[in-house]
């Protein structure tokens, strides 16, 4: 191979690296949130609805009984993701706020950043942080 077509080669492989980095750094966070995030309860209800007609041969009689039912599991489960997600950063806070009585005004202010960046993430970046709550 000859050195201009073995640059050539290298600048392509270069080129390809770094529009693939560049499509990455763009489309991961948008990714990440839609295919990692808790499904809705419309959406649970709907996926445990289809499986249960598709598996069982539920008549639509049956369909329209178990409908409701589906329903209110899939939006106690929300509830349940909801509260355990609140009761976790509770906990965060409860430690942040025991670990502030053994440092110095320097590192509490260093720690309550830290606070705040994380609840600000959580809030925006987290799939799984109830993006209902304020």
């Known amino acids: 191979m000859t050195k201009a077509r073995s640059w050539k080669v290298v600048l392509y492989a270069t080129l390809i690296f770094v529009a693939g980095l560049f499509t990455g750094v763009l489309a991961g966070p948008h990714l990440f ?3 990692l995030r808790p499904p809705t309860p419309a959406e649970m209800s709907r996926h445990i609805l289809g499986r249960l ?3 069982l041969s539920l008549t639509p009689a049956q369909t329209a009984q178990i409908k409701p039912l ?3 599991t899939a939006s106690d489960i929300d509830a349940i993701r909801e509260a355990t997600t609140k009761q976790i950063s509770d906990r965060i806070e409860e430690a942040h706020s025991k ?3 053994f440092l110095t005004p320097e590192q509490k202010a260093k720690l ?3 606070a ?3 609840r600000e993430h959580m ?3 987290s799939p ?3 993006s209902r709550l304020p």
């Open 123 to 125: 809030r925006h970046e």
């Open 99 to 101: 670990t502030a009585t």
């Open 33 to 35: 949130r839609t295919f």
């Open 53 to 55: 007609q598709s598996r």
């Open 112 to 114: 309550d950043k830290m």
């Open 116 to 118: 705040a960046e994380r």
């Open 70 to 72: 589906i329903e209110q």
């Open 128 to 130: 799984f942080f109830p």
